[in-house]
């Protein structure tokens, strides 16, 4: 099992910056990825950014590439996502979710993760 806790959502002026954190505990040592979705009010869920535990790969949303970066902190088991350029469409609940199977690649698929955390607001105001 693994335990993901997501940190560091608030309220932004469009422009602005902000820093995701994602705190995993229990078996941290199984994570193969962590990825980063996000759902607006009345929105589907959708992929945001994916890196691999070993943080040799990454992979990004084509609305978000250019602007976000995401990493990890092997020692701390913490993913961040790092978000710049913030414009009020990036307004949504964040979430970040953990892959314990090793595969070839980075997913964006939701269902391919299977431990997520509880989410973070995220507000940017124009």
């Known amino acids: 099992q693994v335990q993901l806790v997501e940190s560091g959502g608030g309220l932004v002026q469009a422009g602005g910056s902000l820093r995701l954190s994602c705190a995993a505990s229990?078996?941290?040592?199984?994570?193969?990825?962590m990825a980063w979705f996000r759902q607006a009010p009345g929105k589907e869920r959708e992929f945001v950014a994916a890196v691999s535990w070993t943080g040799s790969s990454t992979f990004y949303a084509d609305s978000v590439k250019g602007r976000c970066t995401i990493f990890r902190d092997y020692g701390r088991n913490t993913g961040y996502l790092e978000m710049d350029s913030l414009k009020p469409e990036d307004t949504a609940v964040y979430y970040c979710a953990a892959d314990l199977t090793r595969r070839i690649g980075l997913s964006r698929s939701g269902a391919t993760y299977g431990y997520w955390g509880q989410g973070t607001q995220v507000t940017v105001s124009s």
């Open positions: 229990g078996r941290t040592f199984s994570i193969y990825s």
